[in-house]
C-alpha cells in the first residue's frame, strides 16, 4: 500500500475511515516492531497489535502519548531516541534531516526524517501546501520565518523549492532585519508573504511608516502562533492602506511532533472572511479530540483536545499524542464550503491549555487565569496598536500582572485615560484587573517583544520563580 493517495482531498468520509483503518492497523504491527517506546508501552499493558483493527480500536486501547514523555531532562537526556523507528539493516530507517521544539528548558526536542520520510511526508505535504493555499509559479514568496530547525521555516522552503516556485527565505528579523525584508517585499513585488502574524504586522507597519507601499500581496499565510479574526481585520485594513485590496489569508497549525502542518484554505473574502479551518491530510495522520479532563472522546464539532496520530513514517514517531491545544469548535467532518475537499478540518480557533495559569492576587486564594484570552481581548482596545502582558511575582509572594502597550499614534493622547479605560476594558472580559499598565513607544515595545531578536515575539511572560 503507498503512502500517500492522489485524490486525498476527495475521498469520500467512508473510503477515509477503511483507508486510516488499513493504516492504523499496519502502522500499530510496524511501532510494535521497530519502536522502542511503543514496544514496551503496548508490552506493560498487553496490547496485542493483532487486536488493533480500526481506529476506533485504536481510541479504545492505545494509550496517550504526551510532551513530557518524550523531551530530554537532565536526568534522561536520550528520551527523544527511544521514539526513533529503529531498523538497523534498513537505510529507509536511518535519520538524515533533523527539526526541533523550541524547548522551555536548556534541552529542546529533536523530531527526525529519514529519506523515506522527506520523500513520501515532507515532500507530499510541501506539494499540498502549494495546492491548498493556491500558490503558482508566477507569486514571488517572502519567507519571514526565523531561519532555524523549527517546522515552520522548512516547510516553506521545501514547498517553494520543491515545486520551483520562487522564493526568498529572509531567516526573520534576527537574520536579516525588518528593514531589509521589508525592501526585499517591495523591491521584488512580493505576493505572498509568510511568517508568524505579530512579525508580519511589525514589518507591514515599518512598510506603510516609510512609504514602501507593499501594493502586491495578495495571500498571506501565517504559523507560529495564533491567527485571531482581529488580527486579519487590522492587517487586511494595514494592507488596504498600501492599496493591496484583494489580499487572502491562510493559517497553519503546525507542531514540531506531528512534522506536517494542515492549512486553512484561502476565503475569497480575504482577510476579512469566515475562518475555514485547518484541512487535514487523512491519508497520512488521524485526528480526534477529547475531554481535557476525563480523555474521553468527543463527538465532531464539540470543543476538545487536540489527539494526534501518525499513519505511516520512519525516524521519529509519536501515536495518540496529546497536543495540550483546544479546538473551540472540535473537528468538522463536512465538505469545506469554499473549497470543496472533503477532508476533516480542525475549528480555526485553538488555544493552549497549558497557558491556564494559576495566578496569587491575594494572600487568601488564587485565580485561574486563561492566559489565551489576551490574544482576543487586547486587540479589540480600539486604541490599542502592541502589547504584551508579563506576570511576575511582587512583595510578600503575590503575584503580579503587568500589561505593556504602544498605543495608536493619535493628535490627542491622554495617557492617564488611556491607562484607565483599558484596565477597566480588561477587567470586564477577563475579570481581572492589571497591577500596572506600561505606555511604551513603538520602538520599546518592540524590543520588549524581541521582533528583531527572537525566533517568535514574547507577547506573554511569565516570569514568576517556577
Known amino acids: 500500500m503507498t503512502h500517500a493517495v492522489n485524490n486525498w482531498d476527495t475521498l469520500s468520509w467512508e473510503d477515509q475511515q477503511e483507508l486510516q483503518d488499513k493504516k492504523i492497523r499496519t502502522m500499530v504491527q510496524e511501532v510494535a516492531k521497530y519502536h522502542p517506546a ?70 529542546s526536542t529533536p523530531f527526525w526524517y529519514t529519506n523515506w520520510d522527506l520523500d513520501n511526508i515532507m515532500a507530499v505535504v510541501a506539494r499540498r501546501v502549494m495546492e491548498v493555499t493556491g500558490m503558482t509559479k508566477k507569486d514571488v514568496i517572502v519567507n519571514s520565518f526565523p531561519y532555524s530547525p523549527h517546522l515552520a521555516f522548512w516547510l516553506v522552503y521545501y514547498a517553494t523549492t520543491g515545486n520551483r516556485l520562487t522564493a526568498i527565505h529572509t531567516g526573520g528579523g ?73 489580499t487572502r489569508i491562510c493559517a497553519a497549525y503546525g507542531f514540531t511532533e506531528s512534522r506536517v502542518a494542515p492549512l486553512e484554505c484561502p476565503h475569497p473574502d480575504g482577510v476579512d472572511g469566515e475562518l475555514t479551518g485547518y484541512h487535514t491530510y ?19 464539532g464539540e470543543r476538545g483536545e487536540l489527539v494526534w496520530t501518525a499513519l505511516g513514517g520512519r525516524g521519529t514517531i509519536v501515536m495518540n499524542y ?87 499614534k493619535k493628535r490627542k493622547f491622554n495617557e492617564s485615560k488611556f491607562k484607565r479605560e483599558l484596565m477597566a476594558h480588561v477587567k470586564r472580559e477577563m475579570e481581572i484587573t492589571p497591577n500596572q499598565v506600561n505606555v511604551m513607544t513603538a520602538d520599546e515595545i518592540s524590543r520588549s517583544l524581541g521582533m528583531e531578536t527572537q525566533l517568535k515575539e514574547k507577547r506573554i511572560l511569565d516570569l514568576r520563580p517556577r
Open 38 to 107: 511503543y514496544k514496551k508501552l503496548m508490552k506493560e499493558n498487553d496490547i496485542n497489535p493483532a487486536d488493533i483493527n480500526s481506529v476506533d480500536d485504536f481510541v479504545k486501547n492505545f494509550p496517550f502519548t504526551e510532551k513530557k514523555d518524550i523531551a530530554p531532562t537532565d536526568d534522561n537526556p536520550f528520551k527523544p531516541s527511544y521514539f526513533l523507528m529503529q531498523k538497523v539493516e534498513d537505510p529507509a530507517y536511518q535519520p538524515r534531516f533533523m527539526i526541533a521544539t523550541t524547548g522551555r528548558t536548556s534541552f
Open 174 to 246: 534576527k537574520i536579516l532585519g525588518t528593514q531589509k525584508i521589508m525592501n526585499i517585499t517591495y523591491s521584488l513585488k512580493g505576493s505572498v508573504f509568510v511568517g508568524v502574524p505579530g512579525y508580519m504586522y511589525h514589518v507591514f507597519k515599518t512598510a506603510l511608516g516609510s512609504e514602501r507601499f507593499l501594493s502586491d500581496i495578495r495571500l498571506l499565510i501565517t504559523g507560529g502562533d495564533r491567527c485571531t479574526r482581529t488580527f486579519r481585520k487590522r492587517i487586511g485594513s494595514l494592507l488596504q492602506n498600501m492599496n493591496a485590496n484583494d
Open 282 to 300: 487523512p491519508d497520512l495522520e488521524f485526528w480526534y479530540c477529547i475531554d481535557p479532563k476525563t480523555g474521553e472522546r468527543v463527538g465532531p
Open 322 to 408: 496529546r497536543t495540550g491545544d483546544i479546538a473551540d469548535g472540535g473537528i468538522i467532518y463536512e465538505k469545506c464550503p469554499w473549497c470543496g475537499r472533503t477532508v476533516p478540518r480542525i475549528s480555526s480557533m485553538i488555544s493552549r491549555r497549558s497557558e491556564v495559569k494559576d495566578v496569587q492576587f491575594d494572600k487568601v486564594k488564587g485565580t485561574l487565569i486563561d492566559l489565551n484570552q489576551f490574544y482576543s481581548v487586547m486587540p479589540t482596545f480600539e486604541d490599542v496598536d502592541e502589547w504584551q502582558v508579563i506576570l511576575k511575582q511582587g512583595e510578600s509572594m503575590i503575584d503580579e500582572l503587568i500589561i505593556n502597550v504602544s498605543p495608536r
